[in-house]
């Protein structure tokens, strides 16, 4: 049981570029949390989905784009890269909509310059 | 709009103390709070979780404890370890938020041996 994962752990992207932000869980969750981590600051949420096919926004989602296919995937997509979006990115899922314990994966550290 | 507080920013403490870490929110309507230890460079583990019909919860030497009239929760530790050095951060569920949990910005633990 593998838990949350994500790919890539870090990353450099040029202004202008795109990427796409992996994040697999095999806890069969499915609640799914895109966050992000900005030095000093608390995780602020970006998009979340609470089944395939369903997302919706959260509190930053301006640049950025996911799609949910799968339960066991949600990846993020960043396109036109500019410096405002780097930081560290982080997936979550929750055991159940009931409990809520969230669970977190090692995160993507995204430099864009 | 709920905010989420962590007071102090850091604090640095001998082996063997017992400590509190604090947690404000500012609006009580939550669903739960949840604790989390942030190693550096490393995801978020969630250590305990609080449901709002709860006042405590215990795990091992931490003990969490929930206050939603005054917006407050403690996280205790007792008898620090120098592998308890950590950013503790806290999170709730807001009930007027969606899907949204807000976290603070963390408390950087130091425990010195």
């Known amino acids: 049981n593998a838990g949350v994962t994500q790919t890539p752990k870090f990353r450099i992207l040029k202004i202008g570029q795109s990427m796409t932000l992996q994040c697999t869980q095999d806890?069969?969750?499915?609640?799914m949390y895109w966050y992000r981590q900005d030095p000093g600051m608390g995780l602020k949420l970006i998009y979340y989905?609470?089944?395939?096919?369903?997302?919706d926004k959260g509190e930053v989602p301006n640049g950025y784009n996911v799609s949910r296919s799968t339960t066991e995937d949600f990846p993020l997509r960043l396109e036109l890269a500019a410096p405002s979006q780097t930081s560290v990115y982080f997936c979550?899922?929750?055991?159940?909509?009931?409990?809520?314990?969230?669970?977190f994966g090692p995160g993507t550290r995204l430099t864009v310059l | 709009k709920q905010e989420v507080t962590q007071i102090p920013a850091a604090l640095s403490v001998p082996e063997g103390e017992n400590l509190v870490l604090n947690c404000s929110f500012t609006?009580?309507?939550?669903?739960?709070l949840q604790w989390f230890r942030q190693d550096p460079g490393k995801g978020l583990t969630s250590l305990l979780l609080?449901?709002?019909?709860?006042r405590e919860q215990t795990s091992g030497r931490l003990n969490a404890s929930l206050d939603k009239s005054s917006g407050r929760s403690t996280l205790y530790i007792a008898a620090s370890q120098p592998g308890d050095s950590a950013t503790y951060l806290c999170?709730?569920?807001?009930?007027?938020?969606?899907?949204?949990?807000?976290f603070g910005p963390g408390t950087r633990l130091s425990v010195l041996p």
């Open positions: 999170a709730v569920r807001d009930r007027n938020y969606g899907q949204n949990f807000v």
């Open positions: 979550a899922s929750i055991d159940s909509p009931v409990r809520e314990e969230q669970f």
């Open positions: 989905s609470v089944g395939a096919g369903i997302t």
């Open positions: 806890m069969n969750h499915n609640y």
């Open positions: 609006d009580s309507a939550i669903y739960n």
């Open positions: 609080i449901q709002s019909s709860q």
